[in-house]
């Protein structure tokens, strides 16, 4: 079984900046590759950000682009989304998220595991 945790999640005022990171137990999270998705009240689960096993291939969509960085420690089983000039737009629940397979981009249906997820709200 796997837990993933989320954790830096708050609230900021618009152009502000936040680190998001995901916490993994167990021993296959080098082996996943990582994502974070973000879920806006009454939206469906979006795509934001993604890194493959390695660390090596990163993939964004298309509005975090230059805003947002997502990076990976696996001697730490941690994940990372540098979140910056944040805008109200950006207001989510960001989950964290393993799946078994690089794709580009990763999909909410085929992924593997879930954190519980952490607030992010912006205001302007």
């Known amino acids: 079984q796997v837990l993933l945790v989320e954790s830096g999640g708050g609230l900021v005022q618009a152009g502000g900046s936040l680190r998001l990171s995901c916490g993994a137990s167990?021993?296959?999270?080098?082996?996943?590759?990582m994502g974070w998705f973000g879920q806006a009240p009454g939206k469906e689960r979006d795509f934001v950000a993604g890194?493959?096993?390695?660390?090596?291939?990163?993939y964004y969509a298309d509005s975090v682009k230059g805003r947002f960085t997502i990076s990976r420690d696996s001697a730490k089983n941690t994940a990372y989304l540098e979140m910056n000039s944040l805008t109200p737009e950006d207001t989510a629940v960001y989950y964290c998220?393993?799946?078994?397979?690089?794709?580009?981009?990763?999909?909410?249906?085929?992924?593997?595991?879930w954190g519980q997820g952490t607030q992010v709200t912006v205001s302007s």
């Open positions: 998220a393993l799946d078994s397979r690089w794709r580009t981009p990763l999909v909410a249906g085929l992924v593997d595991y």
């Open positions: 167990g021993r296959i999270f080098r082996r996943y590759a």
């Open positions: 890194i493959s096993e390695t660390g090596s291939n990163t």
